[in-house]
């Protein structure tokens, strides 16, 4: 039995690495041959000593000398290292100590890299992040987009899909479409929600009444409540922070899926779209084009272009036809990022990394996310 941890964000922070790794851990803890744990990347302190995480730099500094901590405790229990990783400051901080105390106890340990600025990491700070990503015995990404982008800079890596939630989401048959859009990113820059709030002005002057939900939250947020004031846009919510439970009726309730994002990767949103039968209109950013094939599981726009996400929009909704045959393409792809799809990639990778290692008697117990 291979003993493995995993290193993540915690469900307390909302994005797509936590929900995976939440994901991977359900499934891991019921594989007779794993025994599984978790550490967190972003730790609550005791209940007392909590408030310091409140306070701006003052939190970054407790709370990487309790992750820390928590990887010098634990790490030296298991035979497996997964450690989630994104890009940039967040690469350092997170995924590094995890690798270096790996290191330190000798245990092999896994790169799983999510982000799709990679190429713009290693190339803006080659001097840390390429050799530290060398420090992995396994480097996994979510897509061969990403395979292509680390292969430029000479280091191998392996594809293994993001895993869709089974039975969360409902596939609902749309018959004839209405002018009712959905936006599932976060309000960050690179995901330039802004171009999706400009193609909803054109789409309004020829649907008035069309509506239009923005589920998540971020830096540019007062900035988009601004512009959609500005285009004098109706029927625009922005519903904050969604939990992971609230987003299936979110897809129910919508129509069509906007993703106007600049940079990109294999987007969790889209695949629940697809599950949820809600056809897809995105942007072509980094690896969405391995995920969705233009007229065949979605509609592909250049990035920044909201004129061509507006006119993708109104042809949707002109020609129920075509989205009814999007949305059926699109479900059967589904299937590509189930359990039962990537279960023996994951499970003969730990199975090759804890080949020939010393296991321990003493039992692991199972630490769950939080």
Known sequence: MVKVLIVAPSVRILGGQALQAACLWRHLKDEATVEVGFVPHNPALPRPLRWLQSIKYVRTIVTSLLYCALLM?????????????????????????AMLIAKLFRKKCILNYHSGEAEDHFYWWPRTSIPLVRLADSVTVPSEYLVKVFGKFGIPARAISNILGEGQFIFRE????????????NLFPLYNVACILRAFAIVQKEFPDASLVLAGNGSERANLERLAWELQLKNVTFTGLVAPSEMPKLYDEADIFL?????????????????????????????????????????????????????????????????????????????????????????????????GLQFSSRPVPHEEPL
């Open 73 to 97: 405790l634990r790490v030296p229990r298991y035979d497996v290292i997964h450690i989630f990783s994104a890009s940039y400051f967040s690469f350092l901080i997170a995924p590094t100590p």
């Open 174 to 185: 749309r018959s004839a479409l209405q002018p009712r859009f959905l936006s599932n990113r």
């Open 259 to 355: 993703n106007s994002s600049n940079i990109d990767n294999m987007p969790g949103s889209i695949l629940e779209s697809f599950a949820s039968g809600l056809p897809v209109i995105t942007t072509d950013a980094g690896g969405i084009p391995y995920i969705v094939t233009h007229e065949k599981t979605g509609l592909l726009v250049p990035r920044g272009d909201h004129e061509a996400l507006a006119d993708a929009a109104i042809r949707l909704l002109k020609d129920p036809a075509l989205a009814a045959a999007i949305t059926d393409r699109a479900y059967a792809e589904t299937g590509k990022y189930s359990w039962s799809a990537v279960r023996n990639d994951w499970l003969h990778l730990y199975e090759r990394l804890g080949n």
